[in-house]
């Protein structure tokens, strides 16, 4: 029996007719080279070469077996080639799903990072509502989905990403505008624009009021982030939104105020239960929690206080 590192050698003896070439090809000590052949000739009770002034020629015996050495050797060599590419991200897809908030900053800061790591990986981002994740993980048409909201799925699994905080927006002029806090009370006697409160994400944005028992009015109805943006930065009103839709600013025009009374909301990457997570997925979770943690209370840097904002639900 033949080790891989014996067909290595002796193929490579075969292929320079040298001890020393052997050695330049495969970047070792000649020596080594010498005594791994012999012992393999003498382990096998097979003299693969001939050795005449200085040069090694594959006796009639070795070369009944080049072809088979050779065949092996290619396959080391393709195995070699496909480890390659898995470790740059060649033949392969990272198909991750991210509901609006998250993906409209977070999730492409996370796959900077990814790509960094993975330059050749196929990626396909998929923007989805909570309701959509279920589906999207259980058909397996994704690995994972970074989520708002918790759902109550006995086939996901939720793993924590970060914790965040809810800010009040405002237009530019607004007589709110330059102020370092707003209440949850004060937030009322404006007109509200706010995604419906009967959407999982929009109940987290009605829940600063419901907390304070505060009656309010959401006169403009949006989907996502972005829209309630545009329309805060058009004057139609104020609104509630995450921290994570308006990070690393980016959206002139509006003003972020801190509110008063604790937003704090948990985020999550949901995943189909048992089923293991390719390398790159587990790469992809670990950037996005990172770049997520680092706008956590105490450490974090959302957006300068004012002319922040960009975002999507």
């Known amino acids: 029996m033949m080790t891989l590192r014996q067909v290595e050698v002796i193929r490579a003896v075969m292929v320079t007719g040298t001890i020393n070439g052997a050695a330049r090809l495969l970047?070792?000590?000649a020596p080594g080279v010498s005594r791994l052949v012999k012992y393999t000739e003498r382990s096998l009770g097979i003299r693969f070469f001939q050795r005449q002034n200085g040069r090694y020629f594959p006796t009639p015996e070795a070369q009944n077996i080049f072809e088979q050495i050779n065949s092996v050797y290619e396959k080391v060599d393709d195995l070699s080639y496909i480890i390659s590419n898995i470790g740059r991200g060649a033949l392969s897809e990272l198909r991750i799903g991210s509901v609006p908030s998250i993906s409209q900053v977070m999730v492409p800061r996370a796959i900077e990072r990814v790509r960094r790591r993975y330059p050749d990986l196929g990626?396909?981002?998929?923007?989805?509502?909570?309701?959509?994740?279920?589906?999207y993980l259980m058909l397996g048409k994704g690995e994972c989905v970074a989520m708002s909201y918790r759902l109550d799925h006995s086939g996901l699994e939720f793993m924590p990403l970060a914790s965040g905080e809810l800010f009040c927006i405002v237009p530019?002029?607004?007589?709110?505008?330059?102020?370092?806090?707003?209440?949850?009370?004060?937030?009322?006697?404006?007109?509200?624009?706010?995604?419906?409160?009967?959407?999982?994400?929009?109940?987290?944005?009605?829940?600063?009021?419901?907390?304070?028992?505060?009656?309010?009015?959401?006169?403009?109805?949006?989907?996502f982030g972005t829209t309630v943006c545009a329309l805060v930065k058009a004057g139609l009103?104020?609104?509630?939104?995450?921290?994570?839709?308006?990070?690393?600013?980016?959206?002139?025009?509006?003003?972020?105020?801190?509110?008063a009374e604790p937003t704090r909301f948990d985020t999550y990457i949901a995943v189909k239960r048992g089923t293991p997570l390719s390398l790159y997925a587990e790469h992809f979770i670990?950037?996005?929690?990172?770049?997520?943690?680092?706008?956590?209370?105490?450490?974090?840097?959302?957006?300068?206080?004012?002319?922040?904002v960009t975002g999507k639900k």
């Open 237 to 259: 009103g104020i609104a509630v939104i995450d921290q994570f839709t308006v990070a690393h600013g980016g959206y002139p025009g509006i003003e972020l105020i801190k509110i």
């Open 172 to 223: 530019e002029g607004h007589e709110l505008a330059g102020r370092k806090q707003v209440s949850a009370t004060e937030m009322t006697r404006y007109p509200l624009i706010g995604i419906d409160p009967n959407d999982p994400y929009g109940r987290i944005m009605a829940e600063i009021f419901a907390r304070n028992k505060l009656s309010y009015n959401i006169s403009i109805k949006a989907r």
């Open 286 to 308: 670990d950037c996005l929690r990172a770049e997520m943690r680092a706008l956590e209370p105490g450490r974090r840097q959302v957006a300068k206080p004012a002319k922040a």
């Open 27 to 29: 970047k070792v000590s």
């Open 123 to 135: 990626i396909d981002i998929n923007i989805l509502k909570i309701e959509e994740a279920i589906d």
